[in-house]
Nanobody, 129 residues
Framework: QVQLVEPGGGLAQPGGSLRPSCTAS????????MSWARRVPGKGLEWVAA????????LYQEAVKGRFVISRDNAKNTLYLDMNNLKPQDTAVYYC??????????????????????WGQGAQVTVSL
């Protein structure tokens, strides 16, 4: 059974940093591209960052480029998102996701086809004074 568990997001002030993580089980983690997506209340899911199975390629949504860094540790079956210089508009529920194979396709498919991917339960990230 595929499981993606995000222990928790967190609260930060504008300009601050957070590092949510995601632990995977039930599949061969090193064989799949992984991603982070987020959902703002009242809006649909949107991808934020993606990484290939071997970490050779990373992709970022324009709004987070230069501030967020996605990485993975295949030995620990864990995905990370380093979030820096946080802004109030980064407030959302963040989801860890498994791609369809070793390369990243989430950036062209989600939205609208976000349901094609496997997602974790989500973790709340709040950026506020």
């Amino acid at each position: 059974q595929v499981q993606l568990v995000e222990p928790g997001g967190g609260l930060a002030q504008p300009g601050g940093s957070l590092r949510p993580s995601c632990t995977a089980s039930g599949f061969i983690f090193s064989s799949y591209g992984m991603s982070w997506a987020r959902r703002v209340p009242g809006k649909g899911l949107e991808w934020v960052a993606a990484i290939t199975s071997d970490s050779t390629q990373t992709l970022y949504q324009e709004a987070v480029k230069g501030r967020f860094v996605i990485s993975r540790d295949n030995a620990k079956n864990t995905l990370y998102l380093d979030m820096n210089n946080l802004k109030p508009q980064d407030t959302a529920v963040y989801y860890c996701g498994r791609d369809l194979g070793p390369i990243s396709t989430v950036q062209v498919m989600c939205p609208p086809n976000c349901d094609q991917f496997t997602w974790g339960q989500g973790a709340q990230v709040t950026v506020s004074l």
